[in-house]
């Protein structure tokens, strides 16, 4: 099956979705969740994760899977814009948990594993220093170095514009470095 074939067939499939044919949302899901599965994964960075955003995606193609126009857009493009935005409030959810219970405590245990902070006293240093942050930029640093967050995915985490993330991480990283070296 050529390109333009198989885009024509999940454009079909789409529509089968949204008159609620079950086998058209299986050969759906088949076509498609591998390459939807792999963008999940590269915004979210956890497999886990990645794995909740690409159910929580097919539960919303086959509620709005009438919403798909054709003349709008290819299929998988729609598929893919419904998985970043579940990818990207899962972000939100997951910055608002953090926030919430502590990032700092939950990534100390990463923290204490790596080789950067292999002894009791570099880490009861890092801390100390960590607690001296603010709270949003000290749990941006925290997701970026310790969960592997890009910049893009704190600032929609967090809700705010990719350069008052870059503000925090630059500024917490030379407050750390300073409070670490004093």
Known sequence: MTKDQSA?????????????????FAELYGRSSAKLFGIALRILRQREWAEEVLQESFVAVWDRAGDYDPARGSAMGWLVTIVRHCAIDQLRRSAARAESRGVADAALPTLAASES?????????????????????????????????????????????????KSWLRRSLERLRKCLEG
């Open 8 to 24: 024509g067939r999940l454009s079909e499939l789409l529509r089968a979705t949204a008159r609620r044919d079950r086998e058209a």
């Open 117 to 165: 902070a292999d002894s009791g006293a570099e880490l009861r240093a890092l801390q100390r220093c960590l607690d001296e942050l603010d709270q949003r930029p000290r749990n941006a640093v925290l997701l970026a170095y310790c969960y592997g967050l890009t910049r893009d995915e704190l600032a929609a985490g967090f809700g705010v514009p990719v350069g008052t993330v």
